[in-house]
């Protein structure tokens, strides 16, 4: 049988893939997208979108044990894990069915298989109903990324989960170790320690949310450990001893090893490409530590092949592999000026409580890349909006060029910043100084005056503190 003839051949369905097949497809491509399991990817089924479900709930749960606060009355105050786990489910599968909505509207086809490249321009799909051969003059990869697994760490779906039984628990854990705390495992920290369980976190680097800003790490770490979570900082986990029911942590510290029980382990110790089968060894593709190497094009080396998303390195954030899609399906069709992106201007969110968020340079790197910096802070508590809301806890700080006035750097830890950076975003993005968010006049009462008020701070103009 002859092979399909496409424009762009898509491998991946996630937040990278699925949208670099809609732009491309506006832009009067013709094009295949080809997944293996469901449509959305990590992100929409197993990451990004049914943890902010379960974040809520606990939210939710949160809130209501201070109803007293507010001047209200709550008893009984109760959870069902299961319907947690259910509403989790169906706002994921929400979106999925979105997705095929959105591939159909858009005139795309759609092959559910394991995609190879079998030699430039061809891909071939095994499918259940056998082989498919597709050609095309571009082809996107857009495969993620899994968990990693450590040696002698590895998950088993009973006792040591990764974030794939966490989000479908076969239980509630009573006693829980989260060995990593990037955004996932400070997250199942957050949902699971607001529900009851007593959770220590282990983190091999000096201090948790090791790529935030050192003050608002130690800031997110007061909070955590007030909660009630044990924090172990510059600690590795050497073994998991397993038994029914329990599991024994080596956990060592300072040079010496301690054992700890536990019954649940969740893994989140960083991610790993999905390079594998795919026949990028063959065709002479550059990979380095599972991750596909490109330039900031997102172009392989390998004419008409391209990379993009989790595979391609960091920062692995569903938001990033969308615009590297939108980048790449605009130079395939030759339209429009794509711009690269830059890791600078891409901000990180992460869901726990009290919520982190940042983007730009943390206060060292920009010491460290030879800047002379003003830097800014605000605390929620001098906030009118905070106040109202019941969420005192947490700051604002900004990070600017003394000599240009341009702002290097934003980081904030407290209630919904995770909405708020998005003005610091595109303040970088139109190259905005000091003088400019100055001038600029925030709303009252909102949280966002707190972003106001920290850039007065850097130059010794704030109001309310």
């Known amino acids: 049988m002859a092979a399909k003839s496409f424009d762009m051949v898509v491998i991946g369905a996630g937040p990278g893939g699925y949208v670099a097949a809609i732009r491309g497809a506006q832009l009067g491509l013709n094009v295949a997208v080809v997944e293996r399991e469901h449509l959305g990817g990590i992100c929409l089924n197993w990451g990004c979108i049914p943890t902010k479900a379960m974040l809520r709930s606990s939210e939710v749960f949160h809130l209501m044990h201070r109803a007293k606060e507010f001047g209200l009355k709550a008893t009984g105050i109760d959870y069902d894990l299961d319907a947690v786990v259910k509403r989790s489910r169906q706002v994921a599968g929400q979106l999925s069915g979105g997705i095929g909505h959105l591939m159909?509207?858009?005139?795309?086809?759609?092959?559910?298989?394991?995609?190879?490249?079998?030699?430039?321009?061809?891909?071939?799909?095994?499918?259940?109903?056998?082989?498919?051969?597709?050609?095309?003059?571009?082809?996107?990869?857009?495969?993620?990324?899994?968990?990693?697994?450590?040696?002698?760490?590895?998950?088993?779906?009973?006792?040591?989960?990764?974030?794939?039984?966490?989000?479908?628990?076969?239980?509630?854990?009573?006693?829980?170790?989260?060995?990593?705390?990037?955004?996932?495992?400070?997250?199942?920290?957050?949902?699971?320690?607001?529900?009851?369980?007593?959770?220590?976190?282990?983190?091999?680097?000096?201090?948790?949310?090791?790529?935030?800003?050192?003050?608002?790490?130690?800031?997110?770490?007061?909070?955590?450990?007030?909660?009630?979570?044990?924090?172990?900082?510059?600690?590795?986990?050497?073994?998991?001893?397993?038994?029914?029911?329990?599991?024994?942590?080596?956990?060592?510290?300072?040079?010496?090893?301690?054992?700890?029980?536990?019954?649940?382990?969740?893994?989140?110790?960083?991610?790993?490409?999905?390079?594998?089968?795919?026949?990028?060894?063959?065709?002479?593709?550059?990979?380095?530590?599972?991750?596909?190497?490109?330039?900031?094009?997102?172009?392989t080396g390998v004419?008409?092949?391209?990379?993009?998303?989790?595979?391609?390195?960091?920062?692995?954030?569903?938001?990033?592999?969308?615009?590297?899609?939108?980048?790449?399906?605009e130079l395939v069709a030759g339209k429009g000026n794509p711009h690269p992106?830059?890791?600078?201007?891409?901000?990180?969110?992460?869901?726990?409580?009290?919520?982190?968020?940042?983007?730009?340079?943390?206060?060292?790197?920009?010491?460290?890349?030879?800047?002379?910096?003003?830097?800014g802070r605000f605390p929620f508590i001098g906030n009118g909006k905070a106040i109202a809301l019941g969420e005192t806890e947490g700051m604002v700080k900004t990070i600017f060029d003394a000599k240009t006035g341009e702002l290097l750097g934003a980081h904030m830890v407290g209630a919904e910043v995770t909405e708020m950076i998005q003005g610091y975003v595109v303040g970088r993005k139109l190259e905005t100084t000091e003088a400019d968010l100055m001038e600029t006049v925030f709303p009252h009462p909102t949280l966002s005056e707190m972003m106001h008020e920290s850039v007065l701070d850097a130059y010794d103009k704030v109001i309310h503190m």
């Not at 893994?267 to 026949?279: F, K, M, P, R, W």
């Open 303 to 329: 004419e008409g092949l391209y990379a993009i998303g989790d595979i391609a390195g960091a920062p692995w954030l569903a938001h990033k592999a969308s615009h590297e899609g939108v980048m790449v399906a």
């Open 104 to 299: 159909k509207k858009n005139k795309i086809t759609v092959i559910m298989g394991e995609a190879r490249i079998a030699g430039k321009g061809k891909v071939s799909v095994k499918t259940e109903g056998g082989t498919e051969d597709l050609s095309a003059k571009a082809i996107i990869l857009a495969t993620g990324a899994r968990a990693r697994e450590l040696p002698g760490l590895e998950a088993d779906g009973d006792l040591v989960w990764t974030y794939k039984t966490a989000l479908t628990p076969p239980r509630m854990p009573k006693k829980l170790l989260v060995i990593g705390s990037g955004a996932i495992g400070i997250e199942f920290a957050s949902f699971y320690n607001t529900l009851g369980a007593d959770t220590t976190v282990v983190e091999v680097m000096d201090r948790v949310l090791p790529v935030e800003d050192a003050e608002i790490s130690a800031f997110a770490k007061k909070s955590f450990v007030k909660q009630g979570m044990k924090i172990m900082e510059k600690a590795m986990v050497k073994k998991l001893d397993r038994a029914k029911g329990k599991v024994t942590a080596h956990i060592e510290t300072g040079g010496k090893v301690e054992t700890h029980e536990f019954d649940t382990v969740i893994s989140a110790v960083g991610i790993v490409g999905n390079v594998e089968g795919l026949g990028l060894e063959e065709l002479g593709v550059k990979i380095d530590r599972s991750h596909v190497v490109t330039d900031p094009y997102c172009r």
């Open 341 to 375: 992106i830059k890791p600078e201007e891409i901000a990180g969110c992460t869901y726990c409580h009290p919520q982190v968020a940042s983007v730009g340079y943390t206060e060292a790197k920009a010491k460290e890349l030879g800047f002379d910096i003003k830097v």
